[in-house]
């Protein structure tokens, strides 16, 4: 029976990332008892700290952990503000669109550190986020990460309105995301050119 049962678990691991979903469960039983954070704009903050799985070759923190990282920070932020709720009873999924991150200063193995998230603004298809490795150190802004999440099925400014019964104007969107928006319609305008997309529009 003992034998079967860690066949069956290896088999799990082997097929299916485990941890991912049991870290996703936790980051969901944490935030489900902290209280709402009522500013949907309000920089909301985690902690973390290097372990030996997180490594690469070089005893640092690998550049594919950063994002993972971040794919939890953003789901804690939506549990508290009340994104996720209000766009599950909206029928709504909200998924990454794009996402680009700039390395500063590596984490290193046992360093603590701070993932700062916050909502940037939105227009009528996605939010903008800005999240930031903070290192607890010094202080030292390690790296930081701009981030569009895509509103499949609904809008954000429904989602924003269910939250708040009523109409939230969008803050100003500061200079590097405007230059980071214009950037990825560029790419996206040359990658639909290349693969034909425009001519069959026209």
């Given amino acids: 029976m003992l034998l079967l049962v860690l066949s069956a678990l290896l088999l799990l691991f082997c097929n299916l ?20 954070i009522e500013d949907i704009l309000a920089e909301q903050s985690i902690d973390g700290m290097v372990l030996p799985h ?8 690998n550049n594919s952990r950063y994002l993972r990282e971040c794919d939890f920070a953003r789901f804690h932020h939506y549990m508290r503000n009340g994104l996720f709720m209000a766009s599950r009873k909206l029928g709504a999924k909200m998924v990454v669109g794009a996402s680009t991150i700039r390395y500063r200063r590596s984490l290193a193995f046992r360093e603590a550190f701070q993932i700062r998230t916050k909502v940037l603004g939105w227009d009528e298809k996605a939010f ?22 895509n509103v499949v099925g609904s809008s954000p400014e429904s989602i924003m309105e269910f939250i708040y019964k009523k ?5 100003q969107f500061p200079e590097e995301l405007k230059h980071w928006i214009s950037f990825i319609s560029a790419s996206s305008q040359a990658l639909r050119a290349e693969s034909g997309l425009e001519d069959k529009n026209k």
């Avoid at 997180?54 to 923190?61: A, Q």
């Fill in 128 to 149: 903008y986020l800005e999240q930031r490795f903070v290192s607890k150190r010094d202080g030292f802004v390690s790296a930081v990460m701009l981030c569009r999440q």
């Fill in 167 to 171: 109409q939230i104007e969008c803050p």
């Fill in 54 to 61: 997180d490594l690469d070759y070089l005893g640092h923190m």
């Fill in 17 to 36: 990332d485990v941890w991912y979903f049991l870290r996703g469960a936790q980051v969901f039983v944490e935030a489900w008892f902290l209280p709402r």
